[in-house]
């Protein structure tokens, strides 16, 4: 069931990222990194059709996060490149040849090697508090220092950045559903409702969207969602194995298969969002908005 919730999961994410993209690019870009960019693109039909795709997809992977653990459906959860690149690929036309399936293939073998070599397996959470807060720090803190500095960027370097940073408070934000799913488990809504936790979930959720539609909204696809894909796992397992008590194998072979498995992860994804089948980036309206006066 954690197989099937995860990869449903990924599938309203695939195609949510796509219809959100195809809105976003049609954004001001006065409202570029402000929460005003929301109020844009809430009047666009498909905007809306993709950001119920992605909530449906967010709530998937909470039920997959509560059975599963992260370390395991992280993974699974960046498959959601496959299913934007055969929606992309349904919108342009445009064949797989040997670059996508390439793509395909690595991503697909790199999650199977990461969980078959991983056997991720779930323990104790840490209780040092200090050990968590550092984790987290950092993770927000640098997301934040990425987000600062993709403004001295170019376009698409500035898009990459913003993506990555947005990975990260997602990979975060994960790691909190996580605890919130524990919390409501043990305790009920009561339990919840006074936790700190499921309130930093809403709050990455909506920083993190900001991000990337920001990201959507000045470059390719392909400049952006590889980044995100390949962020958000690696930030949610470093919180797994950090303080959620994630377990994986440490034996030298097991440990050569998972890095293997990483590596083929991210190379699939740099293959997909390289391929032209990926949507292309601004409309002519925007690079106007662009030029100077």
């Known amino acids: 069931m954690v197989f099937a919730f995860a990869l449903s999961a990924a599938l309203c994410l695939g195609f949510g990222f796509v219809l959100q993209q195809n809105a976003a690019q049609r954004a001001p870009m006065s409202?570029?990194?402000?929460?005003?960019?929301?109020l844009d693109l809430v009047r666009m039909p498909r905007w809306l059709a993709g950001l119920g795709l992605m909530v449906c997809g967010m709530a998937l992977g909470a039920v997959a996060l509560g059975g599963g653990e992260i370390s395991l459906v992280e993974p699974l959860l960046a498959t959601n490149l496959l299913f934007a690149m055969a929606l992309s690929r349904w919108?342009?036309?445009?064949?797989?040849?040997?670059?996508?399936?390439g793509g395909l293939w690595l991503?697909?073998?790199?999650?199977?090697?990461?969980?078959?070599?991983g056997r991720p397996q779930g323990g104790h959470s840490v209780t040092d508090p200090l050990r968590h807060w550092l984790i987290v720090g950092l993770m927000i803190g640098g997301a934040l220092v990425l987000a600062a500095v993709s403004k001295r960027l170019r376009m698409s370097a500035e898009a990459a950045t913003l993506a990555v940073a947005a990975g990260l408070l997602y990979g975060v934000q994960d790691a909190?559903?996580?605890?919130?799913?524990?919390?409501?488990?043990?305790?009920?809504?009561?339990?919840?409702?006074?936790?700190?936790?499921?309130?930093?979930?809403l709050a990455l959720g909506v920083t993190g969207l900001v991000l990337v539609q920001s990201a959507f909204e000045t470059a390719p696809l392909?400049?952006?969602?590889?980044a995100l894909t390949?962020?958000?796992?690696?930030?949610?397992?470093?919180?797994?194995?950090?303080?959620?008590?994630?377990?994986?194998?440490?034996?030298?072979?097991?440990?050569a298969w998972q890095a293997a498995g990483l590596?083929?992860?991210?190379?699939?994804?740099?293959?997909?969002?390289?391929?032209?089948?990926?949507?292309?980036?601004?409309?002519?309206?925007q690079v106007r908005d662009l030029q100077p006066r």
């Open 176 to 201: 909190l559903t996580r605890v919130s799913g524990e919390r409501y488990t043990h305790g009920g809504l009561a339990t919840l409702v006074v936790s700190w936790q499921p309130y930093a979930v």
């Open 91 to 101: 919108q342009t036309k445009q064949p797989l040849g040997l670059s996508g399936w």
């Open 230 to 255: 390949a962020a958000q796992p690696l930030a949610g397992i470093v919180c797994g194995v950090g303080f959620l008590g994630d377990r994986l194998r440490t034996s030298p072979g097991a440990l």
């Open 263 to 285: 590596a083929a992860i991210v190379v699939g994804i740099v293959l997909i969002g390289r391929h032209p089948a990926m949507p292309s980036g601004m409309t002519e309206t």
């Open 222 to 226: 392909r400049m952006s969602l590889p």
């Open 31 to 38: 409202d570029f990194l402000s929460f005003r960019l929301l």
């Open 107 to 117: 991503l697909a073998g790199g999650v199977t090697a990461f969980i078959v070599a």
